[in-house]
Every structure is written in structure tokens, then in C-alpha cells.
């Protein structure tokens, strides 16, 4: 490897940002924290609107880099900017790919999952026995909650939804009746 070929990575590595770090930007006031968890230590702020460098995601965090400070922050905090006049074709290619609506990928409480994530998944049999594994008998649950001073709570089901003529139809959508 010649001088000036090595040069690019030389200098990501000096100054501690990856080669494939991409720009984003603070939608919302956001703690950076030292690993990707909440009760990670406090590293300091990354305020709204402000530039970041976007170096790794995990899970529902993305790992930052912000006013010289490396930390991570919620997932929804921080988008990516939109490609720089130097994105190659294949970068400006795969954004003008529009999104077939008849393929939905619904998920169930899951953030921070891209689509390619989702389609990849597979059944692990030996993640399923060790997550069987961590349960624990109605009776154990029972006592937990007790020493915890927890109650149940009986909640009254939503109304079932009325059908409605397209004369009625309002605004409120599937909410309408619900108060809101």
C-alpha cells in the first residue's frame, strides 16, 4: 500500500472516526451515554438541530459523535442528512427506489429494526429453549408481585367498534367515539 492510498484510513483512524461514519442530524435534545442503554453514564448532551457524525446503530440506539464526544443516543433522536453531492450512483439509486405498499412489514413493539433485519430473520431453536428458560411459574409471579406490594387491575375491554356508512364517516377515523 503506497502513501496516498493509505492515507484516507490513516486519518479516520487517527482522529477516531470511521471510514464509514455518515452525517445526521439532532431531531430532539438527547443525553449521550457511554454505552447503548438508559441507565448508561451520562457523557453529556447532543442538542436538537445540531451536526453529528453516525458511526454504529444497535438495537433502538445509534452511536454518535458529537461536539468531540463518542457516545450513543436514542434511535429516534438523530436522522441521517440527505446524501452529499459525493454519494456515489448506487447511494442515490437505492433512495429513488420507491417502496412497494402492498409489502408491509408490521411489527409489534420492535424499533430500530431496518426492513433487511426483518426479512433476515430466522428461528434459532436454542434461543427459544434458553428464552423458555428465563420463565418463571404463575405461582413465582404471584409472589413477586406481592413483595413488590403490585395488585391486579381490571381493565374493561375497548367498545367494539361500530360500522359506520360512508354518510357517517368522520375525522376521527377508527377513534371516533373513543374521546380523543
Given at each position: 500500500?503506497?502513501?496516498?492510498?493509505?492515507?484516507?484510513i490513516?486519518?479516520?483512524?487517527?482522529?477516531?472516526?470511521?471510514?464509514?461514519?455518515?452525517?445526521?442530524?439532532?431531531?430532539?435534545?438527547?443525553?449521550l451515554?457511554?454505552?447503548?442503554?438508559?441507565?448508561?453514564?451520562?457523557?453529556?448532551?447532543?442538542?436538537?438541530?445540531?451536526?453529528?457524525?453516525?458511526?454504529?446503530?444497535?438495537?433502538?440506539?445509534?452511536?454518535?459523535?458529537?461536539?468531540?464526544?463518542?457516545?450513543?443516543?436514542?434511535?429516534?433522536?438523530?436522522?441521517?442528512?440527505?446524501?452529499?453531492?459525493?454519494?456515489?450512483?448506487?447511494?442515490?439509486?437505492?433512495?429513488?427506489?420507491?417502496r412497494?405498499?402492498?409489502?408491509?412489514?408490521?411489527?409489534?413493539?420492535?424499533r430500530?429494526?431496518?426492513?433487511?433485519?426483518?426479512?433476515?430473520?430466522?428461528?434459532?431453536?436454542?434461543?427459544?429453549?434458553?428464552?423458555?428458560?428465563?420463565?418463571?411459574?404463575?405461582?413465582?409471579?404471584?409472589?413477586?408481585?406481592?413483595?413488590?406490594?403490585?395488585?391486579?387491575?381490571?381493565?374493561?375491554?375497548?367498545?367494539?367498534?361500530?360500522?359506520?356508512?360512508?354518510?357517517?364517516?368522520?375525522?376521527?377515523?377508527?377513534?371516533?367515539?373513543?374521546?380523543?
Amino acid at each position: 500500500m503506497n502513501l496516498k492510498s493509505g492515507l484516507p484510513i490513516l486519518l479516520a483512524v487517527l482522529i477516531g472516526v470511521p471510514a464509514w461514519a455518515t452525517d445526521g442530524i439532532m431531531l430532539r435534545d438527547d443525553t449521550l451515554r457511554a454505552s447503548a442503554s438508559a441507565s448508561a453514564a451520562s457523557l453529556g448532551k447532543a442538542a436538537k438541530n445540531s451536526k453529528v457524525a453516525i458511526l454504529a446503530r444497535q438495537g433502538g440506539w445509534t452511536q454518535v459523535r458529537a461536539a468531540a464526544k463518542t457516545g450513543w443516543v436514542r434511535l429516534l433522536s438523530v436522522r441521517a442528512d440527505a446524501p452529499a453531492a459525493s454519494a456515489s450512483l448506487a447511494d442515490v439509486g437505492a433512495l429513488a427506489q420507491r417502496r412497494d405498499p402492498n409489502k408491509v412489514v408490521a411489527t409489534a413493539g420492535l424499533r430500530g429494526l431496518s426492513e433487511e433485519e426483518l426479512r433476515s430473520a430466522h428461528y434459532d431453536a436454542q434461543e427459544m429453549q434458553r428464552l423458555e428458560g428465563l420463565a418463571v411459574s404463575a405461582d413465582a409471579a404471584r409472589k413477586f408481585a406481592a413483595e413488590g406490594n403490585l395488585s391486579p387491575v381490571k381493565l374493561a375491554y375497548l367498545p367494539a367498534e361500530k360500522k359506520k356508512t360512508k354518510a357517517k364517516e368522520s375525522n376521527n377515523g377508527p377513534w371516533e367515539g373513543l374521546g380523543f
